[in-house]
């Protein structure tokens, strides 16, 4: 039979050290984040600043429930059986990451489509998840054992099928009202399919990851869950912040990454831009799908200076010729002919 250590803490190594690793992908997310993003509202910068120190937390208490036991408690075998109440706080923290990211993704939902069904589904389903989270924290203290953590198994399906279920609902939210929004233009529909790329993609890698460490819980009663558990807090923190940081792609040859919170809901419509070309063109460049091209026409003409032109009397005063058939040349012609 194998040991404690092997059927518990070795998914669990392996999981903090994916935590960790999350974590500095985060911390990478959120320097990008305060550097080029530094006209977002100020709850948005609190909020960003929030689920960082949650997850800095996170990580603080899985490397310390990592030590206690290998390293303080080296070498007692019952200690490598017992949860400790540091582990405790991990289900409790990642339902309240989960739980921050998924409203704020309502939040956005109920922006773009001001569906209020939608909004409170989702809204809804983030609270559940809390609170089956919190219900498992509890449930830890209560019953430490590793091997009896199938007898709480009601309130961690709560946990983690509400949390899939919020975020299956998020991203369809997003994709039906982005996909019925498309406008025809190749410029403006692609960059719709690359907003529902990642939609997709952030959506399902923490829904999967949910619903693969729910059936790992309920199919085995070793500690194989706890590999994908341990980092499906980071899972949600960067899926947030990758949406947050790729909003500068989403605009029209900016690439300065210089926008606000509300740049896909709202335009400025009192600025443009005249360019204007070598062939007298000017081209007057709105916001996106307003483009207005003015054509200048120019027409040159030759205008004598009165001051240069001589008077009617030395007009009348210059010699004249005519041109003489007979001998084939221009000839003086005196003033007395007339036509």
Not at 231 to 240: A, D, E, G, H, M
């Amino acid at each position: 039979m194998a040991s404690p250590a092997t059927l518990t803490y070795g998914p669990i190594f392996v999981g903090v050290i994916f935590n960790v690793l999350l974590y500095g992908i985060m911390i990478t997310q959120t320097y990008l984040y305060f550097n080029v993003y530094k006209k977002d509202r100020l709850w948005m910068k609190l909020f960003v600043g929030l689920l960082f120190l949650c997850d800095t937390l996170n990580t603080v208490f899985d490397i310390v429930f990592l030590y206690i036991p290998l390293v303080n408690n080296f070498g007692d075998v019952t200690a490598l059986t017992y949860a400790s109440w540091v582990f405790a706080t991990d289900p409790v923290m990642t339902a309240l990451i989960g739980s921050l990211v998924q409203c704020f993704f309502a939040w956005r939902v109920k922006v773009l489509t001001n569906s209020l069904p939608a909004v409170f589904f989702i809204a809804t389903c983030a609270i559940v998840q809390f609170c089956g989270g919190l219900g498992t924290s509890i449930a830890v203290g209560m019953i430490p054992e590793f091997i009896h953590f199938q007898k709480f198994e009601v309130i961690v399906i709560i946990w983690l099928a509400f949390s899939a279920v919020a975020d299956c609902s998020i991203t369809v939210a997003l994709v039906w009202h982005l996909r019925k929004h498309k406008t025809g233009f190749v410029a403006t529909d692609d960059i719709v399919n690359r907003i529902i790329r990642l939609t997709v993609q952030t959506g399902l890698i923490t829904a999967v990851c949910a619903l693969v460490d729910l059936i790992l819980f309920l199919v085995t009663p070793a500690g194989l869950h706890l590999l994908f558990n341990l980092p499906l807090s980071k899972l949600y923190t960067n899926s947030l912040m990758s949406s947050l940081n790729s909003r500068s792609g989403w605009r029209y040859g900016s690439g300065n990454g210089e926008s606000t919170s509300d740049d896909v809901n709202r335009t400025d419509h009192g600025r443009h831009m005249n360019v204007r070309s070598e062939t007298g063109r000017r081209v007057s460049m709105m916001p996106p799908n307003q483009v207005y091209i003015d054509v200048e026409s120019h027409e040159m003409v030759d205008v004598l200076d009165a001051k240069m032109l001589p008077t009617g009397a030395a007009i009348a005063s210059m010699p004249t010729k005519q041109f003489n058939e007979k001998a084939g040349k221009l000839t003086p012609h005196s003033g007395s002919d007339s036509f």
